[in-house]
């Protein structure tokens, strides 16, 4: 979905060790890319183990090349808030010192507003009980690290996975963003069986759900966080009784995940930014791919083709065309 001339700027976020701030906004759908790097500090060029001395200045961070007409700055922010803890002035989680410090390094005026209310929004949510002391700050020279560091997700995968179990990140993350307010608040936003699907992994009754034999054209959006997850340009009639689709409109926005329940080893499908969960991936759908998509109706909401423009969709017309 990504245009020829794409608008693209730069975002720029620290949050302690960035093996760990890559992963989570690398391959959405408008990200170019995410580079780990130093920022912040009085120094040029610096290296890993000058930056670990503390006497440069600078922090790690992330530097991620964006358009923000397919993924705008708020999710951006949305996405770096629930990966630190913004209370910790000393580091983050395992790792202390300055360097390691949380920091928002804005590159214009509209980016410093964003934060700012994004931050506000934040305090007054009361999610943390104590002060928030993320600083927003003007961007500054940003030093891309040596190779190792670049990617580390991917070229150290056991490495990262131990480190990142290690660190306490997600445990944190899960505490605070997925706690029993954040549940009681979604049953409230939900009907019960969408909340027994996204949230419990249930699977809604075959041809007793929604959009089964379902075809007008349109797109099937995240019932939680209304991302674009399924065309009806894709959709086919499985047999199965629940909607099938050959593939998602933007992988970036689908994550699979292995699942033993049924005792055998399947592919679980979830919303990757809401986490909510969404159905399994077969291999027994259409040629060429023969990928079936086989998605609870429950997860979703449809919105017809002549209301994506007044959804804030009118860049996936074309898919219809």
């Given at each position: 979905m990504n245009g020829d001339k794409a608008v693209q700027q730069l975002a720029t976020f620290a949050g302690g060790c960035f093996w760990?701030?890559?992963?989570?906004?690398?391959?959405?759908?408008?990200?170019?890319?995410?580079v780990s790097g130093y920022t912040g500090g009085h120094t040029v060029n610096p290296t890993y183990e000058e930056v670990g001395t503390e006497t440069t200045g600078h922090i790690e961070a992330v530097q991620i090349t964006y358009e923000p007409e397919l993924f705008p700055y708020e999710r951006l922010l949305e996405i770096y808030w629930q990966l630190i803890d913004p209370t910790d002035k000393g580091g983050q989680f395992m790792d202390r010192g300055y360097s390691y410090r949380t920091a928002i390094f804005v590159h214009s005026e509209e980016q410093r507003e964003k934060a700012e209310a994004s931050k506000e929004a934040l305090k007054a949510s009361k999610r943390f009980k104590a002060p928030i002391v993320t600083e927003i700050l003007p961007a500054a020279p940003f030093y891309p690290a040596e190779a190792l560091h670049q990617d580390y997700y991917k070229t150290h995968?056991?490495?990262?996975?131990?480190?990142?179990?290690?660190?306490?990140?997600?445990?944190?993350?899960?505490?605070?963003?997925?706690?029993?307010?954040?549940?009681?608040?979604?049953?409230?936003?939900?009907?019960?069986?969408?909340?027994?699907?996204?949230?419990?992994?249930?699977?809604?009754?075959?041809?007793?759900?929604?959009?089964?034999?379902?075809?007008?054209?349109?797109?099937?959006?995240?019932?939680?966080?209304?991302?674009?997850?399924?065309?009806?340009?894709?959709?086919?009639?499985?047999?199965?009784?629940?909607?099938?689709?050959?593939?998602?409109?933007?992988?970036?926005?689908?994550?699979?995940?292995?699942?033993?329940?049924?005792?055998?080893?399947?592919?679980?499908?979830?919303s990757r930014l809401s986490g909510a969960y969404l159905g399994h991936l077969f291999h027994d759908g259409p040629e060429p791919t023969k990928q079936h998509y086989r998605i609870n109706s429950a997860a979703l909401r449809f919105i017809p083709k002549e209301e994506l423009e007044a959804n804030g969709l009118g860049r996936y017309l074309s898919l219809f065309e």
């Open positions: 760990c701030m890559v992963k989570p906004f690398d391959e959405l759908p408008g990200i170019v890319s995410v995968p056991l490495d990262y996975k131990m480190y990142l179990k290690g660190s306490g990140r997600g445990e944190f993350a899960e505490q605070h963003w997925n706690n029993r307010e954040d549940r009681e608040r979604l049953r409230k936003q939900l009907t019960g069986l969408q909340y027994e699907v996204t949230q419990n992994k249930s699977t809604e009754p075959p041809y007793q759900n929604e959009y089964w034999d379902h075809f007008r054209e349109g797109l099937y959006v995240d019932v939680l966080s209304s991302d674009p997850l399924f065309s009806s340009a894709d959709k086919f009639a499985s047999g199965t009784g629940w909607p099938g689709f050959t593939r998602p409109i933007e992988e970036g926005l689908i994550r699979r995940e292995a699942d033993y329940s049924s005792g055998q080893v399947r592919t679980a499908l979830r």
